[in-house]
Nanobody, 123 residues
Framework: QVQLVESGGGLVQAGESLRLSCEGS????????IGWFRQIPGKEREIVAT????????YYRESVKGRFTISRDNAKNTVYLQMNSLKHEDTAVYHC????????????????WGQGTQVTVSS
């Protein structure tokens, strides 16, 4: 089973950009779909974007379409989330998760989670 480590979070001003990375361990990383999720304290976790194991299937939540781009480099065992035109409401802890099934908004109990990285957008 893979392990995931997120990086790239930080404090930025509204309108700026960040790129998050989700690096996986193990030789089977390319077999996993990856999803990015975010959570604000006191609120439910919400799905942000997903990508299938070979990168041919991508999903974005409506509020990030046109601003965020998910991609993966299986040679580097890494999935990226490029976040442009950041808004204050994007502030959250961002987690990546992996599953051997295709991840959709209805997928429950994902196999592996990373520890998260904080993104703070000042208005």
């Amino acid at each position: 089973q893979v392990q995931l480590v997120e990086s790239g979070g930080g404090l930025v001003q509204a309108g700026e950009s960040l790129r998050l990375s989700c690096e996986g361990s193990g030789r089977t990383f390319s077999s996993y779909s990856i999803g990015w999720f975010r959570q604000i304290p006191g609120k439910e976790r919400e799905i942000v974007a997903t990508i299938t194991s070979n990168g041919d299937g991508i999903y974005y939540r409506e509020s990030v379409k046109g601003r965020f781009t998910i991609s993966r480099d299986n040679a580097k065992n890494t999935v990226y989330l490029q976040m442009n035109s950041l808004k204050h409401e994007d502030t959250a802890v961002y987690h990546c998760a992996a599953d051997r099934r295709t991840i959709t908004p209805m997928t429950a109990y994902l196999e592996v989670w990373g520890q998260g990285t904080q993104v703070t957008v000042s208005s």
